[in-house]
């Protein structure tokens, strides 16, 4: 069974960094590309970055490039996105979701992790 | 950027067809995702590649797409289906993203 728990969601204030992880379980996780997707307390889904298997390649939503960093370490299952000089308007909660889907980065989400809270606030 | 649009709600008898659209610019030339989110839970992919269902996902959703709109239909709906409902593309312009609509309440009467 695929698993996907996210962690690393506090308070933090704005101009602030963050560190979220995602821990996989239950696939081959090596050997997918994975992505962060966000969504802000009654609002829609928002895709937030993508890291290709192999971790040769990176994307990001133009809200958050420059600011966001996504890395893994395939070595112990997990993601990570970095977030730093943080806004109120990054306030969401942050799923971890694996790609599915042919190609190098997939074309859809197909497992979801259950999300971690990130609200910034001074 | 594409841009997806969805109604904000769709209102169903048990039992009847809900029919979910979600419009873009020439959308039958894109394959559209669709995933099902519960209050207080992840989202869960429906349909994918426009009209594949996932294991476990049963025989009552489907999905088509062609000119401006994409639809998710659900058949003999149930009171379990009562969700929001989101279509998604891929898009390659101007760089490599993925995009959401912004989601249909479907609300079981």
């Known amino acids: 069974e695929v698993q996907l728990v996210e962690a690393g969601g506090i308070v933090v204030q704005p101009g602030g960094s963050l560190r979220l992880s995602c821990e996989a379980s239950g696939f081959a996780f090596g050997d997918f590309s994975m992505h962060w997707v966000r969504q802000a307390p009654g609002k829609g889904l928002e895709w937030v970055s993508l890291?290709?298997?192999?971790?040769?390649?990176?994307y990001y939503a133009d809200s958050v490039k420059g600011r966001f960093s996504i890395s893994r370490d395939d070595g112990k299952n997990s993601l990570y996105l970095q977030m730093n000089n943080l806004k109120t308007e990054d306030s969401a909660l942050y799923y971890c979701a694996k790609a599915g889907g042919d190609g190098d980065y997939g074309y859809y989400f197909d497992f979801w992790g259950q999300g971690t809270q990130d609200t910034v606030s001074s | 950027s594409y841009v997806l649009t969805q109604s904000p709600s769709v209102s169903v008898a048990p039992g009847q067809t809900a029919r979910i659209p979600c419009g873009g610019h020439n959308i039958g030339h894109k394959n559209v995702h669709w995933y099902q989110q519960k209050p207080g839970q992840a989202p869960v992919l429906v349909v994918y590649d426009d009209r594949n269902r996932p294991s476990g996902i049963p025989e009552r959703f489907s999905g088509s797409n062609s000119g401006d709109t994409a639809t998710l239909t659900i058949n003999r709906v149930e009171a379990g289906d009562e969700a929001d409902y989101f279509c998604?593309?891929?898009?390659?312009?101007?760089?490599?993203?993925?995009?959401f609509g912004s989601g249909t309440k479907v609300t079981v009467l």
């Open positions: 998604q593309v891929w898009d390659s312009t101007p760089d490599h993203s993925y995009v």
């Open positions: 890291i290709s298997w192999g971790a040769s390649s990176s």
